[in-house]
């Protein structure tokens, strides 16, 4: 059984930086795409970073290039999301997911964390 905890949710100040964590248990992330995504209430669910199995990609959404960057343990086991120059907007849920490649930038998640959630002060 493939469990993710996502962690590192709280309150932190616009312009602030937060790490998020996602732990994965009955998997290590050696031979899988790990991602982030968020979902505000209402919205669409929006890819924030992504990481290739071999590391040797990484993927962000528009809305977060050049703030936050998504990186690995060397045991592969957990996923990290820096994310530095926060906005009000980027406070909502965010989910860790793992999956594989299925295709040229096509991705099946098999597995979902239950989500953390921060809160952006002005």
């Known amino acids: 059984q493939v469990q993710l905890v996502e962690s590192g949710g709280g309150l932190v100040q616009a312009g602030g930086s937060l790490r998020l964590s996602c732990a994965a248990s009955g998997r290590t992330f050696s031979s899988y795409v790990v991602g982030w995504f968020r979902q505000a209430p209402g919205k669409e669910r929006e890819l924030v970073a992504r990481i290739s199995q071999s590391d040797m990609g990484t993927n962000y959404g528009d809305s977060v290039k050049g703030r936050f960057t998504i990186s690995r343990n060397k045991a592969k086991t957990t996923v990290y999301l820096q994310m530095n120059s926060l906005k009000p907007a980027d406070k909502t849920a965010y989910y860790c997911?793992?999956?594989?490649?299925?295709?040229?930038?096509?991705?099946?998640?098999?597995?979902w964390g239950q989500g953390t959630q921060f809160t952006v002060s002005t």
């Open positions: 997911t793992t999956g594989i490649e299925v295709g040229s930038l096509r991705f099946r998640y098999d597995y």
